[in-house]
Structures are given as C-alpha cells and as structure tokens.
C-alpha cells in the first residue's frame, strides 16, 4: 500500500527540475499525477536534464514505473487554461486531492533587476509565472478539495523570498517568492475549516541539472558558499521529501507554514 493510493495530485512546471521530482515522488508513493507544464519537453531546453530522463517525458517515466499519469500542456499564467485542466482531471479521476504550485522561476539578469531598475515587461511576466500561476492553481483545486473536505496544497517560494541578494538584484523574483508566501498564510486561514492544509516551501541553491549547467556543481564541503550551515548545495530529493511530509499524514497537523529547504542558509545566493 502506499501512502497516498487513490489520490489525485497535480504539479505543475513538472517537466523538468524539481518538479519532475516533486511529480515521480508523488506517483512512488501511490497518487495518480497530472503534470503539467508550459512545454512537456522543457527538459530539452538543457543537455543536464535532457540527460537525466529515462523516458520521453515525466508523464512516460512515472507510467513506466507503473504509476497512472496524464499530461497537460499549458501557461500557468492563463486562468481559464489552469480551471480547464482541474476539470480535465476532476473528469478522469473523480478528484483534486493535492496542489503542488511549482511552476515559476526568475527571468533577466541579476544586475538589470534591481529594485528600480528592472523592466515593466520582468515584472509582468514573472509575476504571471510565479505569483497569478500559483493563485489561479489554489483557486481552481480549492472547490474540490471543499467538496471532499480533504487537501494538500503545497505552494512553492524561495530563499530569494526570505532574504535580499547583496546588491538588490532579481527583486522582482525575490518580491513575487514572498507574496507566495504570505498568500499561503492567507489560504491556510481559508481552507482551514474544510481540512485542506496549505504550506509553502521555500528551496535553497538546488542543483537541478538546469542549475549544474548554469553554475557549475558545488566544489565540495568548505568551498561552497559558507553561509550554508550544511557546506552543500540541496538536490531535488531533498525538496521532494519535505512534499512527501506535506502531502502524507505526518503533516496533519501543520498549515500556514513556510519550510525553508536550503541547508540552513544565512543568505541568498544569485537568482534562486
Ligand atoms: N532550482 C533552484 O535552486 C530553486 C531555488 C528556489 C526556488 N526554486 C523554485 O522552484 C520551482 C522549480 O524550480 P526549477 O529549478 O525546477 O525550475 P526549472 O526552470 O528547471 O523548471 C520549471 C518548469 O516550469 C515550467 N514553466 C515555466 N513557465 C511556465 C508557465 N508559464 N506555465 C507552465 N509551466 C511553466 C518550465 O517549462 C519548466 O519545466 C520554481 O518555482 C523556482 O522558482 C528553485
């Protein structure tokens, strides 16, 4: 038996990173997943995560294994296109059981995205990403979940969120991972009544294959950045495993929450 037989989760940006992750620990544990993400073969994008996959896509490598999967192709930051894929998956599996509000990222460079200086089409477009993306997700899972009077909705933010990189660079990133956060709160407050938790998890420097390739892997123990308690980068795993404990009944009784996953960080660290 495993954890989570015969709930329905949905993650999304799962094609790749840490929500492929998020999507494979999901499905080992027994949930039919819908992934989701703005191009199902995003993995394509770098030769790292290319590399990483065992199938054509997280959807095939999660059947592969076993486990039921449906994919849907989509941007997060269209309403109506994330409501239309609740109802697809409400359709075919009865239920909307957790919300894993992945999708996001920055976008531009670290030193055109300071507090005053970064564009009106940055801010536009990675709010859509990050912040709108993760609202329309939680609105669109919440009436099912009411219904059943059970859910699970993780949000995702960032270190970014928590403290300001030196020199004020990606505030926009930083500014959008922190209203994530704080609307959690707001949701948690919410969804309450009907049983439905809602945290929010705030990952580190994790070397997915996409950030190897971008910053190179930590040099081991003393060499990494000394602001990380646990001398190390985090991996994908290390996120995962705080969803299983989110999504699983050792949370029961955990909501409004931000985890932190980043090796006890002191500081922020680039564009994450
Ligand atoms: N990797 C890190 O070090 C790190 C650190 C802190 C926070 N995070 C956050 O964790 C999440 C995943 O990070 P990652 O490193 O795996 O990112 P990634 O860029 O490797 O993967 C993100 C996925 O989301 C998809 N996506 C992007 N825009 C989308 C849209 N508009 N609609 C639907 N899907 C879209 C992409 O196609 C991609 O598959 C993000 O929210 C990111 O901000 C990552």
């Not at 544990?29 to 770098?46: F, H, M, P, Q, T």
Request: hydrophobic letters at 40%; a negative charge; charged letters at 20%.
């Amino acid at each position: 038996m495993g954890k989570l037989d015969g709930k329905v989760a949905i993650v999304t940006g799962a094609a790749r990173g840490i929500g492929r992750a998020y999507a494979r620990r999901l499905a080992s544990l027994g949930a039919k997943v819908a992934v989701c993400d703005i191009n199902l073969r995003s993995y394509a994008e770098y030769e790292g995560e290319a590399a990483a996959m065992t199938g054509d896509s997280t959807v095939d490598e999660i059947r592969a294994a076993g486990g039921d999967s449906i994919g849907f192709e989509f941007d997060i930051g269209e309403r109506d296109a994330v409501f239309a894929m609740v109802d697809d998956v409400v359709k075919a599996w009865g239920s909307a059981d957790i919300l894993i509000a992945n999708a996001g990222g920055g976008r531009g460079s670290i030193a055109e995205t300071t507090a005053t200086t970064v564009r009106p089409e940055l801010i536009e477009l990675v709010t859509r990403m990050n912040l709108f993306g993760t609202m329309h997700s939680c609105a669109a899972v919440a009436p099912h979940m009411q219904e059943r009077r059970w859910g699970r909705i993780v949000t995702v933010a960032s270190i970014g969120g928590i403290h300001a990189n030196v020199g004020g660079g990606y505030a926009h990133y930083g500014a959008n991972k922190a209203a994530i956060a704080h609307y959690t709160r707001f949701l948690a407050q919410e969804l309450g009544p009907w049983n439905i938790n809602c945290n929010c998890i705030a990952p580190g420097v994790i070397e997915t294959a996409r950030i190897v390739q971008l910053m190179g892997r930590h040099r081991g123990n003393n060499e990494v950045a000394p602001a990380i308690a646990l001398r190390r980068h985090g991996t994908p795993e290390d996120c995962a495993k705080v969803i299983e404990f989110l999504c699983t009944d050792l949370s029961d009784y955990v909501t409004g929450t931000l985890i932190p996953v980043d090796g006890g960080s002191s500081i922020a660290s680039g564009g994450v």
